[in-house]
């Protein structure tokens, strides 16, 4: 009897797992005629899909959204609390209208409470976001992206952050919540910006920037925190020359200490404070290439 049940059960299973998946749309749902839901597709309840979007196989669309023409959601990927505009593209395991992280110490039992996280994610008119980035939704203010905004893969947008038109961020990046990036700007890999921190349009943050107080006068930017780039140049050549310095000064007192002790032997060609610059300069590039090399790759694309 026993052994009887166990072959059903599992001839039920193998029966399922065959099954392929079914494309599941509420009765509320919109779904235009020309849409196309690969397997496994999921549109919940009051979903719009415009004309010729395109849904790939695990994607959700939440409760509520307005996806608009022509957008195309990829595998696995999940639309939750916001509104999509025409011609986007939302590549595979983005998530987008999420809570955002805000939470709170209660004074008087010391437990951490969340803030409510209620608001929208608003998207505009073709926006690419790439795969495995979050954007989260809003908690005082609806979260933004501008219109033609491109979003790399894995970065992180908080809530009720604002991008504006044209802006380009690459992989890795991060925006604090309720900052703000301006129109035309260009983040580099893993740049960030802080929470509630402004930055101005036509703004370029080399690679590993972190901006930690309001940019208003449009150029480029680098380091930590982030300073213009003639001034980090400065800084890095700077910091060259007292390597060089001390790396001459160390290399002096060991000569020095060989021939006062009689250890005998001629100078070895090395120990000469040109040969000691010329192994440096090798090692690192001028301080223009260096520069050049910082900000951010693609930015003029």
Wanted: net charge positive; charged share 20%.
């Amino acid at each position: 009897m026993r052994r009887s049940i166990s072959r059903l059960v599992q001839q039920t299973v193998a029966s399922i797992s065959r099954r392929p998946p079914t494309v599941y749309v509420d009765p509320s749902a919109h779904v235009h005629p020309s849409a196309r839901l690969a397997p496994g597709a999921t549109v919940l309840a009051r979903a719009y899909i415009g004309p010729r979007c395109e849904l790939r196989a695990g994607s959700v669309v939440g409760a509520g959204v307005h996806v608009g023409e022509g957008t195309m959601i990829g595998v696995h990927a999940s639309v939750e609390n916001c509104r999509l505009g025409a011609g986007c593209v939302v590549h595979s395991g983005v998530r987008i209208g999420a809570d955002g992280f805000g939470f709170f110490v209660d004074a008087e039992t010391g437990a951490v409470r969340k803030k409510p996280q209620l608001l929208r994610v608003l998207i505009g008119d073709g926006v690419e976001i790439g795969a495995g980035s979050c954007i989260d939704r809003g908690s005082w203010r609806d979260t933004r992206l501008g219109d033609h905004t491109k979003v790399d893969n894995l970065v992180q947008i908080g809530h009720n952050v604002h991008i504006g038109r044209s802006s380009l961020i690459c992989a890795h990046s991060a925006l604090g919540g309720s900052s703000e990036l301006g129109d035309y700007c260009v983040m580099g890999g893993r740049s960030a910006v802080a929470d509630h921190v402004h930055v101005c349009s036509h703004v370029r943050l080399a690679a590993k920037a972190g901006v930690t107080k309001h940019i208003t006068a449009a150029g480029d930017y680098a380091g930590f925190p982030a300073q213009p780039v003639r001034l980090w140049r400065r800084e890095m050549a700077a910091m060259r020359a007292v390597a060089l310095e001390r790396l001459v000064l160390q290399r002096a007192s060991r000569r020095a200490r060989r021939e006062g002790g009689g250890g005998g032997g001629g100078r070895h060609p090395r120990d000469d404070d040109a040969s000691v610059a010329g192994d440096l300069k090798g090692a690192c590039s001028d301080e223009e290439a260096l520069a050049r090399h910082a900000i951010v790759h693609g930015a003029q694309a």
